[in-house]
């Protein structure tokens, strides 16, 4: 069962559910499990709910009774581009579009159970549907805070589910700290990448895919890596599957980011034992950009812990592996979720996995959002010293 106590992976300092995010060693804190999840008696839900023994919150409301249960289908067309045997598990199902309403399943949950009003997030796009969507189902108030330079289509597609939405001005990798330190003060639930609560609904993709792979594992699993809270989750599978004695094997953990933005990446390529900050240049995987990964660190530690690999890939090579998935396997998938499979190429170029090797390809999200053409609204940008006192203006 998962436990009311928060845990660093790293240190293994712990504290009580109202203790902060981030631990004071700095790293991010998950849910301590105790047992749960046993493989062979299931509860008797559906999708993310499957799993209910090993999260944080009883009963779904709303949207999040959607969430999980997404196909894992194999794609022979893209073995040969890839070089190894695919599988894609296709996140794209979800109701919003995205891996990312996991988390906000959860993390709305959670809110609810609390008796938050006001839930929010800091997004390039996915998170920030995906949590707007989830509060509109419970009728919970919800604030999305946007960087200045969001693609006009993005911010339409927010817009449809009615959050106040801000634009904020300035050092926008900032922003993940002060969002949780206004939330806070003002009662909001930011539910950001490395929220615990997030962090446990997202869990549950690696928990579907392992159990589809009963009695056996896939030789690796690729992910996109962004802030680190999916690779984060990832990990919190497999540990919490060992832990309870129902873990069928250990995949290779091996995340892709884009070159022109790829701190992880260079920090596996260094060994180093800690990400660090990047100066980030311009890149079509436009959502998986970030300079300063909150959970970078722990997405390394995965990687190193289960013998796995981060990669970055160039802008070309992103193009090359969405026709791909597009003209050999029938997948519209996101730009970041092309780099899965540009990622497995290169892991196969590089022998970290072979021909024969069995891999999943996490698409973590629908192309067809890429596209979408409606009326975007044009919120006045606000400047990250200013927005402690709107959002009290707003939401106090």
Not at 73 to 94: N, P, Q, S
Not at 274 to 298: F, L, M, Q, W
């Amino acid at each position: 069962m998962t436990t009311d106590r928060l845990r660093c992976y790293r240190c293994g300092a712990s504290g009580d559910r109202s203790s902060r995010s981030r631990c004071p060693c700095g790293e991010p804190r998950w849910f301590d499990t105790d047992g749960g999840y046993d493989p062979a008696d299931p509860p008797d839900d559906h999708g993310v709910w499957r799993y209910r023994d090993l999260l944080p919150v009883d009963e779904p409301q709303g949207l999040a009774v959607a969430a999980g249960g997404t196909p894992l289908v194999r794609t022979a067309g893209l073995d040969a581009f890839a070089g190894c045997r695919t599988w894609v598990k296709d996140e794209a199902e979800h109701p919003t579009g995205s891996f990312k309403d996991r988390g906000s399943a959860v993390g709305v949950a959670d809110a609810l159970e609390r008796g938050v009003s006001t839930v929010g997030t800091v997004s390039h796009g996915n998170m920030a549907m995906s949590v707007a969507a989830h509060a509109a189902a419970v009728d919970l108030d919800c604030v999305v805070l946007v960087p200045a330079d969001i693609p006009s289509e993005r911010l339409a597609i927010i817009d449809r589910y009615d959050p106040t939405i801000l634009r904020i001005d300035g050092d926008y990798g900032r922003l993940y700290a002060e969002s949780l330190r206004i939330g806070d003060s003002l009662d909001i639930a930011f539910l950001n990448s490395d929220v615990p609560t997030r962090v446990a609904g997202q869990k549950t993709t690696m928990l579907e895919l392992l159990d589809a792979w009963r009695p056996s594992a896939p030789d690796a699993v690729v992910m996109p890596v962004s802030s680190g809270g999916h690779a984060s989750g990832a990990w919190k599978a497999i540990r919490d599957l060992r832990d309870g004695g129902a873990l069928p094997g250990t995949p290779k953990l091996c995340f892709v980011q884009a070159a022109a933005c790829a701190p992880v990446a260079t920090a596996f390529e260094a060994d180093a034992e800690t990400v660090t900050p990047v100066e980030p240049g311009e890149t079509i995987a436009y959502s998986i950009a970030n300079a300063d990964p909150p959970s970078g660190t722990r997405a390394l530690a995965a990687a190193q812990a289960t013998d796995g690999a981060v990669v970055s890939v160039d802008d070309d090579e992103i193009r090359a592996a969405r026709r791909r998935f597009a003209r050999d396997a029938g997948f519209a998938v996101e730009t970041a979720s092309a780099t899965t499979l540009a990622g497995a190429r290169r892991l196969a170029a590089d022998g970290v996995v072979g021909p024969d090797d069995r891999i999943v390809l996490v698409a973590t999200g629908s192309g067809l959002k890429e596209s979408a053409e409606a009326s975007a609204p044009d919120p006045a940008a606000v400047a990250l010293d200013e927005l402690a006192g709107t959002l009290a203006t707003r939401f106090e």
